[in-house]
């Protein structure tokens, strides 16, 4: 699960890359009002593939934010 915080409504996007930068999956492309929010990744590619155990990286850009953090997953 990824919670997350916006300040102030607007477009709000959560990527998830690979360690070489490749994109994963697109999480969130959505409007948010401001507000805490969490959404869940159920470790899955953009094919519906599942993905292998590693390091994961999230980025979460909403107007002039953007946040990156690294994340575990472990099956």
Do not use: C
Not at 21 to 41: C, M, P, S
Not at 47 to 64: A, D, E, F, H, K
């Amino acid at each position: 699960n990824i919670s997350y915080d916006i300040p102030e409504h607007g477009l709000v996007s959560i990527m998830i890359y690979d360690l070489t930068g490749k994109l994963i999956y697109n999480l969130v492309n959505d409007f948010h009002l401001a507000g805490t929010y969490t959404t869940r990744w159920d470790a899955i590619d953009q094919q519906g593939t599942r993905v292998p155990s590693g390091i994961y990286i999230y980025q979460l850009r909403s107007n002039n934010i953007i946040h990156t953090k690294k994340m575990l997953l472990v099956r």
